[in-house]
């Protein structure tokens, strides 16, 4: 099964590309079979319990073809974490650090981690949307390395890594936290050689962030991997069902 | 109170000024800064010049101002190889008489965790018993996760994180709460972060530092005397961390 880690529902930017039916119909063209699916709206008009509504309903009018995972302000607690989780029918929350700022020393412990254990709880995954946004959030990985330690068992997902400047610190998180995975869309030869040399194909989700990408290249760019068709067959959906506790 | 001591200082800099700047800069704004004593580093090095020259330089101020000024060595590994670096960390330590060890990744283009470059002078500071100064903030070579690295393989190694990260604070923050053998600069940063600094490394690996002359020591010092801490933190942030990391006497 081909799964991507990464579309957007309702993109602000790519309205007329970021339906339902245009991301189904990309999906259909580029063979993949399901796809992690967020609500990007609230990227701008922060209405973060709306956006999981509508999300909800969209999941559940297409169960075979989508696993939605809801946005929330981070700072409000994990009331939408948990309605998300067991009221919605999502899989989890993905985390975006481009909204709002990044809290600073202490505060992650304070605002993330009752999110992470909700997260452990249900046997899914955070994913941290990473943007590179310098100079506040770019590329940081504080809150990676934070929240991997603290939970171990925890599937920790770096997401939309599109700076390729920041790909060391990148893969330096995921040495130091053997939870930690790399999700990539295409990128240069030089970042995918270095992470397959240093995490390997385990460590590895494909998420386009269709429509920003075309899904279609990313699974051909994976077929392409110098590796064995089980090291694909993992980075193109079998790591990400794995950690999303989709084999259950 | 303790003499002020910065320890991030530079000779020959072409960075925003228009020709390189002199040991009169240093000097100059030590003491409209009220600083008693700097660590220098000569950064030809940074200009495609030969390293080494710019250590001889250093040596020279320092000759001429022993009560003011201490050295770094500046190493450029990849310029004539990691072994005429160690060779030069040698004779800069033991025959020249400084203090410490300098690097700059993002000019000299090498990731801050090198194994090639960064880790025989990891292993040679401390070899020397010397604090290693590395440059960060700057992706995607210095990126100050990449200081972990430097840290988990040598814990008995004294690290500088140059410039808290810059806008990689927040990063350069969590490698100081996990490794203790990693202290901050927290020259070229402001004072959110540097109150950041405070609650991850702790007054006793915060190291004031100006990165004088491209940034005026007064600045860089009001930052740390306005911290909302005990009079004898700010003190070991100002002068009294680098005495003891360095072994300074003065």
Redesign the interface.
């Known amino acids: 099964m081909i799964i991507d880690t990464s579309i957007s529902y309702k993109h602000p930017h790519h309205p007329e590309t970021s339906t339902v039916d245009a991301l189904l119909r990309s999906l259909d063209a580029a063979g993949i079979d399901r796809a992690v699916i967020h609500h990007f709206g609230p990227i701008t008009d922060f209405r973060f319990a709306a956006a999981n509504d509508e999300l909800s309903r969209v999941v559940k009018a297409h169960p075979d073809r989508f696993i939605g995972v809801g946005t929330q302000n981070y700072y409000k607690g994990t009331d939408e974490t948990d309605r998300c989780l067991n009221d919605l029918g999502l899989h989890g929350v993905k985390l975006f650090s481009s909204w709002g700022l ?1 809290p ?3 505060l992650v412990e304070k605002f993330f981690f009752p999110i992470a254990e909700k997260l452990q709880a249900a046997g899914s995954a955070l994913m941290i949307e990473h943007e590179g946004h ?3 959030i ?6 990676d ?2 929240i991997a ?1 603290a939970f171990p068992d925890l599937p920790v997902v770096m997401c939309r890594c599109w ?7 990148y893969l ?2 995921a ?2 936290n053997p939870n930690v995975l790399l999700e990539f869309t295409l990128a240069p030869t030089s970042c995918i050689d270095r992470a397959l040399r240093e995490l390997g194909p385990d460590r590895m989700v494909m998420g386009s962030w269709a429509p920003e990408m075309d899904p279609g290249a990313v699974v051909d760019a994976v077929n392409r991997f110098p590796i064995d068709d089980e090291g694909k067959r993992k980075i193109l959906g079998g790591n990400a069902a794995r950690i999303l506790g989709l084999e259950r | 109170m303790a003499p002020v001591i910065d320890h991030h200082t530079h000779l020959h800099l072409n960075y925003g000024h228009d020709a390189r700047t002199g040991t009169g800069d240093v000097l100059q704004a030590m003491e409209e800064a009220d600083v008693a004593h700097s660590i220098i580093i000569d950064v030809c090095g940074i200009y495609g010049e030969d390293y080494r020259e710019g250590n001889d330089h250093a040596a020279e101020a320092v000759r001429e101002h022993p009560d003011k000024l201490t050295g770094f060595a500046y190493l450029h590994p990849p310029y004539a190889g990691i072994e005429a670096c160690l060779a030069e960390a040698d004779r800069c330590i033991r025959k020249l008489g400084f203090r410490g060890l300098k690097i700059h990744p993002v000019t000299d283009y090498h ?1 801050i ?1 090198s194994p090639e470059f960064v880790y025989p002078l990891v292993e040679k500071a401390v070899a020397l018993d010397v604090p290693l100064f590395v440059h960060t903030g700057h ?3 210095s ?1 100050p ?2 200081m ?2 430097l840290a ?1 393989r040598h814990p008995k190694a004294k690290l500088i994180l140059g410039h808290l990260g ?3 604070f ?2 350069a ?2 490698v100081g ?2 490794y203790p053998n990693v202290y901050a600069d927290l020259s070229m940063n402001q004072f ?1 972060a540097i ?3 405070y ?2 490394f702790g007054p006793d690996r915060m190291l004031f530092g100006s990165d004088s002359p491209t940034s005026h020591p007064i600045g860089a010092k009001s930052f740390v005397e306005n911290l909302p801490i005990p009079s004898a933190e700010k003190e070991r942030i100002l002068g009294g961390n680098i005495v003891r990391l360095c072994g300074l006497d003065l």
Request: charged letters at 20%.
């Open positions: 990044a600073g020393t202490g310098t100079p506040i770019g590329g940081a990985v504080f809150w390395n934070l330690r700076t390729w400047a920041y790909w060391p610190d330096m998180t040495e130091l | 990731p965790n992706p995607p070579m990126g996760i990449l972990a690295d988990r810059h806008a990689q927040s990063d923050c969590w709460k996990e959110g109150k950041n600094a609650r991850a």
